[in-house]
């Protein structure tokens, strides 16, 4: 058995990925296989894999058609052999160190799975810089090198823990046993992913050490601003089951609640313009839907924030985008009139 797979699924990145396989193919742990899946590229980037597999028999190549990250990512882990799994994307770089210094922590420590810190790379600015969650200061000061579950965190930082799976390392063994899978047809996939390591993990310990580097650009899922942003809403409601299933929901729910109207308007004041109005019209259902729900929608709203509170009532008393954008700040002290307001403008539609 192979020390560590490592999965890489691969989606025209012609531009990057030699950086990529060559931080991976010159790792100081030779006894890894390589397992990158060519998810239907259309430019040069099938082309590159085959010229590296030509000269590292570790290398794996699998080509499909054009499916989407989980898809690859998954087909990869259950290809996977090795004792520890690495989950790799493309368009970043690795410390050559990183696969034995993480494997050998893992082994004496017997891990379900290792976390370690990360630097980002914006291209468009030329500048390296440490990210809040890619650092996890306060996840260190909370377990610093003691071995740990999810139930050792605080609660103020267990929001606060990069979700992205290339920062860790897992027991192979581990992922099984728990059946962990990235929803597929979905991009922002990872959460999900994280939630359900996390709840399951026993052991888990985190290298406060820089071993990775996560490169932003424009063409990037996480800063595209096409129609994928689509996808965080049912990211955020498929985050709220996780935590249910594993009886976490209540003792979070403020979190998130507070979370779910955050990241729609997150995601709606970054999404391009072209983009606005399906985004709203999405974000919007969603919350309709939970209003339709009484016991719920009273559960949820009354754990807002105030400003969340008077943009849920904005939302859902409009019914397009351009209504919502012309809509002036409401009053909660209202709300009774205005919740009327809501139910006769749903019966309307």
């Known amino acids: 058995m192979v020390k560590v797979s490592v999965v890489i699924p691969v989606y025209n990145v012609e531009k990057y990925l030699e950086d990529c396989l060559n931080s991976i193919v010159n790792q100081t742990l030779r ?7 060519d998810d239907g590229s259309t430019d040069n980037s099938l082309a590159i894999l085959n010229d590296f597999a030509e000269f590292d028999d570790r290398m794996i190549i699998v ?3 054009n499916q989407g990250h989980a898809v690859s990512t998954n087909r990869g882990i259950e290809m996977a052999q090795g004792e520890y799994l690495y989950l790799m994307d493309s368009d970043d770089i690795v410390k050559l160190n990183t696969l034995e210094d993480t494997y050998n922590l893992c082994k004496s420590k017997d891990l379900d799975f290792l976390i370690f810190k990360a630097q980002a790379y914006n291209e ?3 500048r390296f810089y440490d990210g809040e969650n890619y650092v996890m200061e306060g996840l260190f000061k909370s377990v610093g090198n003691s071995i740990f579950n999810y139930k ?4 103020e930082e267990l929001f606060h823990i990069s979700v992205t799976p290339w920062s860790k390392l897992y027991n192979r063994q581990f992922i099984m046993d728990c059946g962990a899978k990235f929803p597929e047809g979905l991009v922002f996939d990872d959460n999900v992913f994280f939630w359900q390591v996390l ?6 310990y985190f290298y406060n050490e820089f071993l990775f580097t996560r490169r932003f650009y424009s063409l990037s899922s996480t800063t595209s601003g096409d129609m994928r942003y689509l996808d965080s809403i049912e990211i955020v409601n498929l985050i709220g089951e996780e935590f249910r299933k594993h009886g976490e929901f209540e003792r979070h729910k403020v979190k998130l609640y507070n979370e779910k109207v955050h990241m729609g308007q997150f ?3 970054r999404i391009k313009e072209e983009f606005k109005g399906m985004f709203f019209e999405a974000w919007r259902n969603d919350l309709i839907d939970v209003f339709g729900d009484e016991n719920l929608f009273e559960d949820f709203f009354k754990n807002l924030k105030d400003e969340y509170k008077k943009l849920v009532v904005r939302i859902l008393l409009s ?3 351009d ?5 002036e700040d409401i009053s909660l002290m209202e709300f009774g009139k205005l919740k009327k307001d809501i139910e006769e403008r749903l019966g309307e539609e």
Do not use: H, K, T
């Not at 006894?31 to 899946?37: A, K, N, P």
């Not at 050792?152 to 609660?155: A, G, K, L």
């Not at 209504?323 to 809509?327: K, V």
């Open 199 to 204: 709840f399951n993990a026993r052991r888990i």
């Open 319 to 321: 019914r397009s985008d």
């Open 267 to 269: 995601r709606y004041r």
């Open 31 to 37: 006894d890894i296989e390589i397992i990158c899946i």
């Open 152 to 155: 050792d965190i605080p609660d």
């Open 63 to 65: 080509s499909q058609s």
């Open 124 to 126: 468009l600015e030329n």
């Open 323 to 327: 209504e919502f954008r012309q809509m």
